[in-house]
């Protein structure tokens, strides 16, 4: 009987895993590509890259299970990425990332390496709009800003004009 019970479970949690309907619940979102439609009901995260190395991988951890991963992504320096995140996640915190010439692995032994630890403060994701977590500064002393600045928020409005009618929630579009 422990037995099915085991299987069951596990099947659920990966089920879980690989949610295929609403794109915003997924471990995996695909990052917003310029000119593709956002839906309404859509929360939207913002991260920014203020130093001088492309951002390849970003991992997000909420109060719930599993991560969010935004893997296939290059955050130019100077650029802004926005990942679609359900609505109703509670203390999402940006945990780390890596760069193309620092990428990240898992030894046999489970032991990770690469991966540069962020850990920005939470946010919570109660309703649609747009909310920026941060702008990390790979290979700078100093690791994030939970702020965006003017010329962030100028070239995010440039380069997705989709995302420009939404409501930010946690920052203003005059920073």
């Not at 839906?39 to 969010?68: C, R």
Request: aromatic share 8%.
């Amino acid at each position: 009987m422990r037995g099915w019970v085991f299987v069951v479970v596990a099947a659920c949690a990966l089920a879980g895993c690989n949610t295929t309907g609403d794109v915003a619940s997924t471990m995996y979102p695909e990052a917003v590509r310029a000119g593709s439609p956002v839906k309404g009901d859509t929360a939207i995260v913002l991260v920014g890259n203020g130093g001088s190395e492309t951002i390849n991988y970003l991992q997000f951890v909420h109060s719930g299970f599993p991560a969010i991963n935004a893997r296939g992504i290059s955050l130019a320096p100077d650029g802004v990425v926005a990942i679609p995140i359900a609505v109703g996640t509670a203390r999402l915190e940006l945990q780390n990332y890596t760069t193309t010439g620092r990428p990240g692995s898992y030894l046999p032994n489970g032991v990770s390496m690469g991966f540069v630890p962020v850990h920005t403060p939470t946010i919570d994701i109660p309703s649609p709009g747009l909310y920026y977590v941060a702008t990390v500064f790979p290979g700078q002393q100093r690791s994030f800003e939970t702020r965006p600045t003017a010329l962030q928020l100028a070239k995010l409005r440039k380069e997705h004009p989709e995302l420009a009618a939404m409501k930010p929630v946690n920052f203003s579009w005059s920073n």
